[in-house]
Nanobody, 123 residues
Framework: QVQLVESGGGLVQAGGSLRLSCAASGRTFSSYAMGWFRQAPGKEREFVAAISWSGGSTYYADSVKGRFTISRDNAKNTVYLQMNSLKPEDTAVYYC????????????????WGQGTQVTVSS
């Protein structure tokens, strides 16, 4: 069982930056690939970024490539999402998720989900 808790969301102006954190419980964090997803009001959940269990491989949605960076610190049981050059269309609730399978952009792959953290980007 893995419990995930996101933090770091907030209100930021367009062009600004935020860093989201996702703290995981359990001693097997390093065996899980991790992903970030987001859901805007009235829209379906969408993939943002994913990272392999070792941190050696990452994968991004085209909409965030070059602006967002996913990373992890297995010693701290934490995965991060550094978000730069934020746009109003990045406004959403951001969720982290863990999978015991290979990382993926498909939400159904993930076994555990956090409660989410709100990110609001003003224009």
């Amino acid at each position: 069982q893995v419990q995930l808790v996101e933090s770091g969301g907030g209100l930021v102006q367009a062009g600004g930056s935020l860093r989201l954190s996702c703290a995981a419980s359990g001693r097997t964090f390093s065996s899980y690939a991790m992903g970030w997803f987001r859901q805007a009001p009235g829209k379906e959940r969408e993939f943002v970024a994913a990272i392999s269990w070792s941190g050696g491989s990452t994968y991004y949605a085209d909409s965030v490539k070059g602006r967002f960076t996913i990373s992890r610190d297995n010693a701290k049981n934490t995965v991060y999402l550094q978000m730069n050059s934020l746009k109003p269309e990045d406004t959403a609730v951001y969720y982290c998720a863990a999978t015991s399978n290979y990382y993926s952009d498909y939400g159904g792959t993930y076994d555990y989900w956090g409660q989410g953290t709100q990110v609001t980007v003003s224009s």
